[in-house]
């Protein structure tokens, strides 16, 4: 190699090193701001969602239509954003799930179907499914566990 080709394979390297790489690291550290912002989001949409579950749980108990109404509201709104923000692959057992676990008796006097148990059972799998220790095709399933396994510990 002469030395023509060498300053030209010299400057191709300089150029790739202070242009290419710190591109290249840019792209990187963005693709992590996002998937932060997109964890933030999630964790806080379903914050939100127990909040507005919890506040339909304890509605059900009262004999004011007008708060049992806003409570249901407050809940599908809270629903709907989690479900906005939930990754796109886990959105269908998500849905299923949240329309399983609304904490309402339906006329069911069954301990299964207390609306303290239900939000119990919602919170401990949404809370393990956001912190990514429980796969969204077991969401359901665990949530039934839950109903089973606390029957006997908690009490209305």
């Keep these: 190699m002469n030395s023509a080709w060498a ?16 591109w290249v690291r840019d792209v ?12 933030t989001v999630l964790r806080d949409a379903t ?9 339909l749980g304890f509605a059900n108990g ?9 409570a249901t509201s407050d809940r599908a709104t ?14 269908d057992a998500l849905a299923l799930l949240l329309e399983t676990s609304v904490p309402l008796t339906r006329g ?10 239900q939000m119990y059972a919602l919170q401990v799998t949404l809370t393990a499914w956001v912190k990514g220790e429980l796969p969204a095709d077991q969401l359901l399933s665990h949530f039934d566990e839950r109903l089973n396994d606390d029957l006997s510990q908690i009490s209305d």
């Design 108 to 117: 069911q006097t069954t301990r299964r179907r207390s609306p303290r148990l």
């Design 7 to 22: 300053v030209v394979l010299g400057a191709a390297i300089a150029l790739v090193g202070s242009s290419v790489i710190p």
């Design 47 to 55: 914050i939100a969602l127990l909040a507005a579950n919890s506040k």
């Design 78 to 91: 809270a629903a709907a954003s989690l479900l906005l923000a939930a990754p796109s692959a886990d959105r």
């Design 62 to 70: 009262f004999e004011e239509r007008t708060a049992l109404v806003e």
């Design 28 to 39: 990187i550290d963005r693709r992590g701001a996002e998937r932060t912002a997109a964890a």
